[in-house]
């Protein structure tokens, strides 16, 4: 393969460590604390016309085509779902050391900032921002920035967490690459006509350009956690029933719904990653409101399922959930 007319090659290696050696070697991509990939603002913004080409390559890969750097597998690191359709969607943030505190925030990154459960202040006492290294370190020093004129002097508060989480978000995901994703966007549309795509949210497009995976229900079913439930329950049961007579799209929307991409390991579901590491698929048991829709936590890999009170209730709600409700996310 040779983007650029130079003698460059692209190498897409196997098993668990997915990993696109172009990207890294011309410095497109940035190694965080936690071994995860992440956009660099260092890399040229002209090399970054080379990775739709790349891209093109990574079907085996479990992580998503559309995504603008390769981060890890699964959920992971900085997910980015970038302008290729006219809907953005901004998955997770994560904190760049996990492994330096057992806090709830290190393990939902800048976006446990939003869990009701949670008190914003203490997360915002003890805050690495997840991008502060994505910075030359051999040039500059990033400790503080305004995400809004005069932010230093603004505390995050209950009433305005969702507006700091969003500018978060815009800032790392943006802002600090816009030159990169402008010259991915050429790119990635001299091979794809923007107007050919436009009419795609992010998971209509990733199966557009994948295709619809090969699921393995005996493998998935071999490699799950129950809380509230056991394999034995009732609403377990049917939820087998249910999902065995899925179609293969629904299927597929079903595993986007709860991990966030189609794409099944190479080694199976026993080696499903969530945003701190392995993370086999869970089913909760969600307590009250049996008629609500079943919701998701895509980084945890995990399905909150209702006690629902037949077996025909369970297919419509979680059909409504998986078509309609797609994002995935929940925080409560």
């Known amino acids: 393969m040779d983007p650029s007319s130079s003698n460059r090659t692209a190498q897409i290696k196997g098993g668990e460590n997915h990993s696109l050696s172009f990207i890294s070697s011309h410095g497109i991509s940035t190694r965080t ?22 891209l093109l390559y990574q079907s085996n890969c479990d992580t998503k085509f559309f995504d603008f750097i390769v981060v890890g597998s699964g959920v992971a690191g900085l997910r980015y779902s970038l302008e290729v359709s006219k809907y953005g969607s901004v998955a997770i943030i994560t904190k ?37 290294y994505l910075c030359d370190e051999e040039t500059v020093k990033v ?30 995901l943006t802002t600090t690459i816009r030159p990169q994703i402008n010259s991915f966007l050429e790119g990635f549309n001299e091979l794809v006509p923007k107007e050919l795509i436009l009419i795609f949210n992010d998971k209509e497009l990733e199966l557009l350009l994948s295709g619809l995976p090969e699921i393995d229900l005996d493998d998935l079913q071999a490699n799950i956690e129950y809380t509230g439930y056991s394999a034995a329950s009732t609403v377990i049961q049917w939820f087998w029933e249910v999902v065995k007579s899925f179609n293969k799209e629904d299927m597929a929307r079903l595993l986007q719904f709860v991990t ?34 079943p919701s998701a936590h895509t980084c945890f ?32």
Request: aromatic share 6%; net charge negative; charged share 25%.
């Open 96 to 132: 760049a050391e996990p492994q330096a505190s057992n806090t709830n925030y290190a393990q939902g990154g800048v976006s446990a900032v939003l869990c009701p459960s949670d008190s914003v202040e203490s997360h915002m006492q003890d805050t690495t921002i997840a991008g502060a």
């Open 260 to 293: 966030k991409t189609s794409k099944v390991p190479l080694e199976g579901f026993k080696a499903l990653r969530g945003i701190s590491g392995p993370q086999q698929f869970q089913i909760h048991k969600t307590y009250g409101a049996p008629k609500r829709l």
């Open 143 to 172: 400790t503080d920035y305004e995400l809004i004129p005069r932010g230093r002097n603004i505390k995050v508060i209950e009433e305005t967490k969702h507006e700091y989480v969003d500018l978060v978000a815009e800032h790392i």
């Open 33 to 54: 604390p936690d071994s995860s990939r992440a956009a660099s603002p260092r890399a040229r913004a002209r090399d970054a016309t080379a990775l739709p080409l790349l």
């Open 301 to 332: 890999n995990q399905l909150d399922l209702p006690e629902y009170s037949s077996r025909e209730q369970l297919e419509e709600r979680l059909l409504l959930a998986i078509h309609e409700a797609s994002e995935g996310f929940g925080f409560g």
